[in-house]
Nanobody, 115 residues
Framework: QVQLVESGGGLVQPGGSLKLSCAVS????????MGWYRQAPGKQREIVAR???????VYADSVKGRFTISRDNAKNTVILQMNSLKPEDTAVYYC?????????WGQGTQVTVSS
């Protein structure tokens, strides 16, 4: 069974940075396209970044130039470095396969950007 465990969220001021990690078990991320998703209050879950084997990362326009997705295949971990954070980045962040996420999703990690 696939397990996804996200961590690294927190409260940060606008302009700050956070680094999210997702420990994956049950699948080898090295051969899968993995993504980071987020869900803000009252909104649908959206994909913000994804990276596949041998492919360049793809980012949502709203985070392009600020977020960087990477993968540590040896640790089976997906990472999201978030810089220049804005209040509109406030959401619960999840990782999962893309484009067909597995169930169940992880618990996510809360990111709150506020002064």
């Amino acid at each position: 069974q696939v397990q996804l465990v996200e961590s690294g969220g927190g409260l940060v001021q606008p302009g700050g940075s956070l680094k999210l990690s997702c420990a994956v078990s049950g699948i080898m991320i090295s051969i899968k396209t993995m993504g980071w998703y987020r869900q803000a209050p009252g909104k649908q879950r959206e994909i913000v970044a994804r990276v596949g084997p041998g492919a360049a990362p793809v980012y949502a326009d709203s985070v392009k130039g600020r977020f960087t997705i990477s993968r540590d295949n040896a640790k089976n971990t997906v990472i999201l470095q978030m810089n220049s954070l804005k209040p509109e980045d406030t959401a619960v962040y999840y990782c999962n396969k893309f484009p067909l996420p597995v169930s169940p999703w992880g618990q996510g990690t809360q990111v709150t950007v506020s002064s």
